[in-house]
């Protein structure tokens, strides 16, 4: 199985911020990592899809880069509705398409 | 407009039986897998495998085969997932989403709670 480690597990920012949240595949995934918010008692909101693209509608705020077996996910400016739990997944491997344990953005 | 609706939640006791749904609209529910997510009370989510609605197809995360099963009923734009004998620690939020092979899941349905307690 291939495992996907995300660090921070949890980060501390203030509004306007810029944050980096990082993802290390167990092996090479090539660009086939997404990136996903989830607020509490909601659904995973795709952000990020093939590593690098912005899926429709994500404010442009929201980038990621990588492939391989390291990526990133970097939010410029961070706005209060950003303050949520962030999960990497990798669809490289079917049918497990594993997740990361996520990054938990707190307000400072 | 794409949209995922899934079934309320359930409220069961150990070695019932279950089946929860998720139903598509907005698109041609045949041309897009549908992925099932499993999420325990405060962990993160777990992708438990999918179905390709057009022909069935079914692929199950190794460790999960077996203790569940996934179908769909092409004919009314749903896909299903069901257990035989519930047990305590199966207490989760489940949820389904929309993908393409070896692509992220870009819509997702609401989730349905289900609770297994004695």
């Known amino acids: 199985d291939i495992q996907l480690t995300q660090s921070p597990s949890s980060l501390s920012a203030s509004v306007g911020d810029r944050v980096t949240i990082t993802c290390r595949a167990s092996?090479?995934?090539?660009?086939?990592l997404n990136w996903y918010q989830q607020r509490p008692g909601k659904a995973p909101n795709l952000l990020i899809y093939a590593a690098t693209r912005l899926h429709s509608g994500v404010p442009s705020r929201f980038s990621g880069t990588g492939s391989g077996t390291d990526f990133t996910l970097t939010i410029l400016a961070l706005q209060p509705e950003d303050f949520a739990t962030y999960y990497c997944q990798q669809s490289y491997s079917s049918p497990l398409y594993t997740f990361g344990q996520g990054t938990r953005l707190e307000i400072k | 407009e794409v949209q995922l609706v899934q079934s309320g939640a359930e409220v069961k006791k150990p070695g019932e039986s279950l089946k929860i749904s998720c139903k598509g609209s907005?698109?041609?529910?045949?041309?897009?897998?549908i992925g099932w997510v499993r999420q325990m009370p405060g962990k993160g989510p777990e992708w438990m495998g999918m179905?390709?609605?057009?022909?069935?197809?079914?692929r199950y995360s190794p460790s999960l085969q077996g203790q569940v099963t996934m179908s769909v009923d092409k004919s009314i734009s749903t896909a299903y997932l069901q257990w035989s004998s519930l047990k305590a620690s199966d207490t989760a939020m489940y949820y389904c989403?929309?993908?393409?092979?070896?692509?992220?899941?870009?819509?997702w349905g609401q989730g349905t709670l289900v609770t297994v307690s004695s």
């Open positions: 907005g698109y041609t529910f045949t041309t897009y897998w």
């Open positions: 179905i390709y609605p057009g022909d069935s197809d079914t």
């Open positions: 989403a929309r993908h393409q092979l070896g692509a992220a899941g870009d819509y």
């Open positions: 092996q090479s995934i090539e660009s086939y």
